[in-house]
Nanobody, 120 residues
Framework: QVQLVESGGGLVQAGGSLRLSCAASGRTFSSYAMGWFRQAPGKERELLAVITWSDGRTHYANSVKGRFTISRDNAKNTVYLQINSLKPEDTAVYYC?????????????WGQGTQVTVSS
């Protein structure tokens, strides 16, 4: 099992920045990649960014390219999501998830989420 704990969310004004953290523990060696997702009220969950533990390869959703940056610290088993130029439409619960890589695109472990609220 892999346990994931997100932190760093909060209330921020439009134009501001946040850095979300996701600390992984447990059988972290079984994790191949980490992803950040978000879900706004009444909307489907959206994949934002992915990073692999081994070589740091990244992938971003087109909707967040240029504003969001995913990174990882292997020594701390922690993945980050830097969000700049926040917009009210970024308001959502942000989740991190771990993929073992056994099935492409499948994330087996999820954190509890952290709320990001952007005021206009």
């Amino acid at each position: 099992q892999v346990q994931l704990v997100e932190s760093g969310g909060g209330l921020v004004q439009a134009g501001g920045s946040l850095r979300l953290s996701c600390a992984a523990s447990g059988r972290t060696f079984s994790s191949y990649a980490m992803g950040w997702f978000r879900q706004a009220p009444g909307k489907e969950r959206e994949l934002l960014a992915v990073i692999t533990w081994s070589d740091g390869r990244t992938h971003y959703a087109n909707s967040v390219k240029g504003r969001f940056t995913i990174s990882r610290d292997n020594a701390k088993n922690t993945v980050y999501l830097q969000i700049n130029s926040l917009k009210p439409e970024d308001t959502a619960v942000y989740y991190c998830a771990a993929s073992t890589g056994r099935i492409a695109g499948q994330y087996e472990y999820w954190g509890q989420g952290t709320q990001v609220t952007v005021s206009s």
